[in-house]
Structures are given as structure tokens and as C-alpha cells.
């Protein structure tokens, strides 16, 4: 799949979008060997599509703030009354957005700014590695890295240590030890496979997985953790939710976090998945300047909800590096989860979650869910909240 991984190569209006701090900053990781950002040409035009939109009601603000103040120099002139009491600007929609869709792949300088518990393995999948691409984390499910490359990748990403390896999909040989665990562990019953992501694969790959995988334990649930119907629909072939549906029960599990994600292409793709009879769940995580409003969530959730897809998880944001300007401060999340219980129904809302930093596991987030506080020397506050094995955990108070 062909991405897009320089500037020159954005569409125009994006492109010109770039500021020189931007600019400054992709140097820097290009000079260390880093990957700056790649996007497929499919999102990357939705966010210039976008942002030519906010371009434009920018300028639309600006028209009627300049007509609104030199309405209101004539009113004195002429000693009458102002027409009504509007706000500045009150008449045009918001213009404060930021581009939602770009912030979520163009790299920001804010990611220079690692906090000392940030960590390479934000969820501890390490500790439960039993194969090099096979985590055991909970009792009844695996996790199968099938894949190391995305189709773009996410800036606020905490598998990046993984997808940085760029490896590819698994082989016939890397298959082996998965397959023996599988079958000497009878009380595994779903595996989630994911990466990377692992429609980076082709068919044939996919359905050479899912044989091995069957093969090992008849009738297991494979759970397809991707995002490639938002970065790429068109790889959501006829054929691709055929071969889903051949190798039932089988689940998408779709990474989504904003409605303007949902673009018709996107809906197209995620139909076709539903009308084959593939289950679709989501899973969304909370970002600041992206999706950090009950109402900007509950739309989502319901266009997901019109689709026949089931909005899943909702994640409070992991301790990547470098990611703290993507993270809610947990009790802001408890907030804003608590007036997306009043704005939508219980069909539509996902389980508001966290999976705690260093292998602690995904606990449930609710108004009561902090145990307590405490400060470390250095003077950093942290929330205790208790893992499902009663073992309290820290997460950090952040600003
Ligand atoms: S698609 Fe998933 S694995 Fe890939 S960069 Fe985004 S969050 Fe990370």
C-alpha cells in the first residue's frame, strides 16, 4: 500500500498548512532515522478536505466580524440602537476546531515533550509475551501481533515500539509456537489479532492466518483489531468480507475516534462488513483537541449506532512517549464519560476504560473508580485504581 510519508507529497492545501515549527520538527526526525509521519492518500485528502472547510468559515468569521464591527461604527455614527446583542461572530459555527483528522497523523513539536513515566510499553504487553508475537494477558484471550506496519500511523499510537520494527506479517515459521500455545491452552477462547494492522496483509496472507489459526483450535474467535476501513475503505473489498465471513465467528474491531472519520467511503466499507454478516465493534480513544467532548463523542456513537456497528471501548489515552498533549486529564475524562451517559442510550455507549501503565490490565472507569492519591518524591501526584485482580495500580494526575 502505497502511503504518503513526505511533505511535498500532501495535497496542496495541506501541504501549505505546514508551519515552519512543523517543518523544524520532521527534520529533526528525519535526522535521527525516524519516520516523521506516514498517511494514506485517502485520509490525508480528508484532512485537507477539512481543513480547506475551516479555512473557509475562518474567513466567513472574519466577514462577519469585520461587518459586525462596521455595523456597529454606523449605529454610533447615527446615534441608534444596536440590532440585537450577538456576540461577535455568534452567527457562524465554531471556529475553534482544529483539524481532527490531521492532528490524528501530522506529527506536532509537542511530541518533543516525554514526561518521565511515559513508557515504550505503556500496557506492559511485554511481561505477558509467551511467543515473540504472542501475548497472554487474560485468561481467556490472546493477543497475536500478526502484523508491524499500519496504514498511517497514529500519532498518539502505544504500540509504536512494535510498529517502529516495521515487521511484516507473521510467517508460517513465527506461526508455529503460536499454534502449540493455542492448543495446550484450552481456556484461551478468543484471539485478537492485531499489530500493526493486520488487513496490511494481503487475502491469501489473511487466509492462511485464520487456517493455521483454525487448525489449531476449531471454532476459536478471531477478533480483527483494525483501522484500516478509516485509512484506507477501499482495502474492504467484496472479497475481503467474504473471506471474513468464510472463517466465522470472526469480529472487526474498528478504531475510530471522530465523526468526520466517517467519511461516505468509510460508511460504504463498514456496510459491507455488516451486510456480509462480519460484526462490527468500535473502539475509540480520547484525545485532546480531537474528540474531548461529550457531544463530539456522542455523535459519533450514534452515526456508529446508524451504521449497525457497536461502539465498544472508550480509552482514557496510555503513557506513550511524547503523548501527553493527546491526554485528558483523567478526572476531565470521568467528566466528560459521565454527560456522555445523559446524551446517549445505553445501545450506543461503549465501556469507558484504561488499561494501567506497566501491565496492571484494562479496568472500567466510573465517578467512583479513584481510590485514593498519592506523591512520589519527585513530587508527581498519582491516582490509585484498583486492577481486576484487587492490586491498586497508579496513573497519573495530569494538568
Ligand atoms: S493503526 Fe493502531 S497500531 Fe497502527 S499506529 Fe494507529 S493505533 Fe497504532
Not at 353 to 379: F, M, N, W
Request: charged fraction near 25%; charge should be negative.
Amino acid at each position: 500500500m502505497k502511503l504518503i510519508t513526505r511533505i511535498q507529497d500532501l495535497p496542496p492545501e495541506l501541504a501549505a498548512s505546514v508551519s515552519p515549527e512543523e517543518s523544524a520538527f520532521i527534520e529533526t526526525l528525519t535526522a535521527k532515522g525516524i519516520l516523521p509521519f506516514a498517511v494514506t492518500p485517502f485520509y490525508a485528502q480528508r484532512a485537507a478536505e477539512l481543513n480547506a472547510e475551516l479555512m473557509t468559515n475562518l474567513q466567513a468569521k472574519r466577514d462577519a466580524e469585520r461587518d459586525t464591527k462596521r455595523d456597529a461604527k454606523r449605529d454610533a455614527e447615527l446615534g441608534v440602537e444596536p440590532a440585537a446583542n450577538l456576540p461577535v461572530g455568534s452567527a457562524q459555527p465554531n471556529q475553534d476546531r482544529v483539524n481532527v483528522i490531521r492532528r490524528q497523523f501530522f506529527p506536532s513539536p509537542e511530541e518533543a515533550h516525554i514526561l518521565p513515566y511515559e513508557l515504550e510499553d505503556p500496557l506492559g504487553e511485554a511481561r505477558y509475551r509467551v511467543a515473540p508475537r504472542l501475548v497472554h494477558q487474560y485468561r481467556d484471550r490472546v493477543l497475536l501481533l500478526a502484523n508491524g506496519t499500519c496504514a498511517g500511523y497514529c500519532r498518539h499510537c502505544f504500540r509504536r515500539s512494535w510498529t517502529s520494527t516495521l515487521q511484516g506479517f507473521i510467517t508460517e515459521a513465527e506461526l508455529v509456537p503460536v499454534k502449540s500455545y493455542l492448543a495446550a491452552h484450552p481456556e484461551v477462547r478468543e484471539v485478537l489479532v492485531s499489530g500493526g494492522d493486520p488487513l496490511m496483509g494481503t487475502d491469501e496472507r489473511l487466509a492462511l492466518l485464520f487456517k493455521s489459526l483454525r487448525e489449531a483450535r476449531p471454532g476459536i474467535l478471531l477478533r480483527i483489531g483494525s483501522r484500516m476501513p478509516v485509512m484506507a475503505p477501499e482495502r474492504i473489498t467484496p472479497d475481503l468480507a467474504a473471506l471474513f465471513r468464510e472463517w466465522r465467528p470472526l469480529r472487526l474491531i474498528l478504531h475510530i475516534n471522530h465523526g468526520l472519520e466517517l467519511a461516505p467511503e468509510v460508511r460504504a466499507a463498514i456496510l459491507r462488513l455488516i451486510d456480509a454478516g462480519v460484526p462490527v465493534h468500535t473502539q475509540t480513544v480520547l484525545l485532546r483537541g480531537v474528540n474531548d467532548r461529550a457531544d463530539t463523542l456522542a455523535e459519533l456513537f450514534r452515526e456508529l449506532l446508524d451504521l449497525g456497528a457497536t461502539p465498544y471501548y472508550l480509552f482514557q489515552g496510555d503513557l506513550a512517549p511524547g503523548t501527553s498533549h493527546f491526554r485528558v486529564p483523567l478526572e476531565q475524562s470521568l467528566e466528560i464519560y459521565q454527560e456522555l451517559t445523559q446524551l446517549i442510550s445505553g445501545l450506543g455507549l461503549p465501556a469507558f476504560a484504561v488499561d494501567l501503565p506497566g501491565g496492571g490490565g484494562k479496568v472500567h472507569l466510573h465517578p467512583r473508580c479513584i481510590e485514593g492519591e498519592e506523591t512520589d518524591a519527585s513530587g508527581q501526584v498519582w491516582y490509585l485504581l484498583r486492577s481486576r485482580d484487587n492490586i491498586l495500580w497508579r496513573y497519573p494526575k495530569e494538568a
